[in-house]
């Protein structure tokens, strides 16, 4: 902290910004050839300077904690305040800055430390000490790190304090990549495992369910057998008379019977013309038969037996027995 009561030696950082740099010469002859960096301030109220804010005094903002000068106590919370711009004005009572360019004179308490003072501010990553030491990829980093000396009090001994040194490789680093690369393995077998056993599941179900589904096929096909041959007891053929035809399974089979059983009868109904062929005796012998045109064939056989024969073997031939058969009818 250095106190400046002259106003006139502090108007070199009015209407400067926050990071730029300012020459301290005007401030002393001690100050001479050092540069400086505003970083900050407060004014006299105590309200902190604010990066961004292009002003040279005291403004309001509606803050959400992002930007500093506000610690909400709730996530999203926000509140406006009083922030000071950040352009140095005549209303300032401390300015931040830092040393951008030393002097030739040291300044007390700030530069005047000798060399056997040791820096504490030293590269912490591995890469970078490797960087400032010049050392090998497989030499040690752990002694060339920064450390300060910490004396023990009360008879204790002096103890060496040092920062952690990042990605810093050592055995039990490269135990624990090992672990993580086998658990990923195992996880990955694991999960091929339990995809193989899923998809065999899968397949043995869709083997059952198609199982099942030609089993009942199979069961409806019987029960449908066992009905059509409940149905039709003389099985495939109905009738022993010639040109009885077989019931197709699709067919009802009281259809079928009736068909196969009124063929027959109805050639018997119309084989008045063969009976005529062989002669008298069997017309007259089966009565049953009743058509129109069986007496007239009858009686004409009866009166002239010669001629009937004579005449039917022709007309059986020709096809001549329509006409012999209308004469008879008109009598």
């Keep these: 902290m250095v106190d400046i009561d002259d106003e006139k030696k502090m108007r070199i950082f009015y209407d400067k910004r926050i990071s730029e740099e300012v020459p301290a010469d005007s401030l002393g002859d001690e100050f001479k050839g050092y540069v400086f960096k505003i970083t900050g301030g407060f004014d006299k109220q105590g309200f902190a300077m604010k990066q961004g804010v292009l002003l040279n005094h005291r403004t309001r903002l509606l803050l959400d904690g992002r930007t500093g000068n506000y610690h909400p106590r709730r996530d999203g919370c926000r509140k406006r305040k009083s922030v000071r711009g950040c352009i140095v004005g005549s209303d300032m009572s401390t300015i931040n800055v830092i040393i951008v360019k030393r002097g030739p004179a040291d300044l007390p308490k700030l530069t005047d430390k000798g060399s ?19 050392l090998k990829k497989t030499e040690d980093v752990r002694p060339y790190v920064v450390r ?18 990042q990605r810093l490789i050592t055995p039990a680093v490269r135990h624990r990549k090992a672990r993580r690369i086998t658990l990923k393995k195992r996880r990955h077998e ?12 899968l ?17 409806e096909k019987k029960s449908q057998k066992a009905v059509e041959k409940a ?11 010639k040109g009885a035809k077989t019931a197709k399974p699709g067919v009802n089979a009281k259809a079928a019977v009736v068909k196969s ?3 027959p009868v109805k ?7 063969p009976a005529a062929k062989a002669g008298v005796s069997k017309p007259a012998a089966k009565p049953v038969a009743k058509p129109a045109a069986a007496k007239p064939a009858a ?19 020709t096809g001549a027995a329509k006409p012999a058969s209308k004469p008879a009818t008109k009598k």
């Design 190 to 201: 694991k999960n091929v495992k339990e995809a193989s056993d899923y998809a065999a599941l």
């Design 148 to 165: 300060r000396k910490i004396e023990g009090k009360n008879g204790k001994k002096d103890r060496f304090k040092s920062p952690k040194i």
């Design 299 to 317: 009686t004409k056989a009866t009166a002239k037996p010669a001629a009937t024969k004579a005449a039917t073997k022709p007309a059986a031939k």
């Design 261 to 263: 059983v009124t063929k």
């Design 267 to 273: 050639k018997a109904a119309t084989g008045a013309k």
């Design 231 to 241: 149905a039709g007891p003389t099985g495939g053929k109905v009738g022993t008379a």
């Design 116 to 134: 056997d003072h040791p820096s504490t501010r030293g590269p912490k990553r591995a890469n970078h000490i490797r960087k400032v030491w010049g």
């Design 203 to 219: 397949a043995g179900l869709r083997d059952k369910k198609r199982a099942a589904l030609l089993s009942q096929k199979r069961s």
